[in-house]
């Protein structure tokens, strides 16, 4: 990439052009997001059949449904007439069938055509056959994954895979029971900047003390600059007069019953690429999902989950979610100031990383292999 030779202490980030350039965002859109499995939609939005939510992944719109039986189902969210968009709301909920808007096929929660225009008239048309197609769909801790792919990838190794790897096993997580914690909170935000700025933003703490007064106070540690990602199964330890993962250190809501002992008082972090981020404290998740919507800009919808019960009997969260709230905003504020320097000449050949922000190097190896880019 560059043939001056960096000090040993600094590794050379990817060039200015990787986060400016439409062709490689088309790329990425291609060889990562319509390719990899991609968390769409937290089940619960999906409450029942005939609920739907739309979502683009990569340069495709997908509907996110539940049919009778109470199977999630994912289908490209174009008719098979003559290609209009099926489903032009994002959320909603049909009673037991979409109807294309343009001439009216019909398809039911299977996918499968079930009237149109004159479709008696035309029996040699398969039902099936011309009913909606559908993309490969995962559910797991609560939240709806979709695989673009012909043949998708297993989701074991890429998806859970990245999970062990970061906190050394599957039970980690499985004792936060996600699967059956409630949204206290959504917040969305739209990010005037590149998703794989929000990506290493979210991989390094090197930028903590400067930019995160209310979470080095919580987590004395990450003043340091360590992130939590940096060691494999590590958790920061919250500081020894906080009581709780909120804005003030203030005492936060019920503690998730599974949570053991050494995971108690401690924040880990997760990144499952290519679009989630996965925060656990003792007693609530932070789940953050990104939607990539063009080389500069990006969606990121934050769900903070609680114990059921803590959400229905409306208990305060409001400090709890504020720190993290803080937190994203901070995040996402400094990635905005990133995204213009990106195309300057002077970031042309791309900046450096820091020992503490090494990992990041290994992101952007990973991006360059999905993209096919010669490296060296
Ligand atoms: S394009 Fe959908 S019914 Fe014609
Ligand atoms: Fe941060």
New binding site residues.
Partial sequence: MTSTSLPDSLIATLPGSSYTDPEIFAQEQERIFETMWFCVARASELAKPGAFRTVDVGRESILVTRARDNSVRAYFNVCRHRGAKLCTEETGEVKRAFQCPYHAWTYDLNGKLVAAPNLTKMPDVGRTEYGLVSVAVREWLGYVWVCLAENPPSFEEDVIGEVIARLGDVESIERYDIENLSVGKRIVYDVKANWKLIIE??ME?Y??AT??PELTEVLPEFADGYAAQYYVGHGAEFGDDVQGFTVDGSEGLDRIPGVAEDQDRRYYAITVKPQVFINLVPDHVIFHRMYPVSVDRTVVECDWLYLPHVVESGKDVSRSVELFHR?NQ??FDACERTQPGMSSRMYAKGGVLVPSEHHIGAFHDWVNERLGTPQG
């Fill in positions: 933003n979210f703490c930028h903590c930019i995160h937190v901070q995040d």
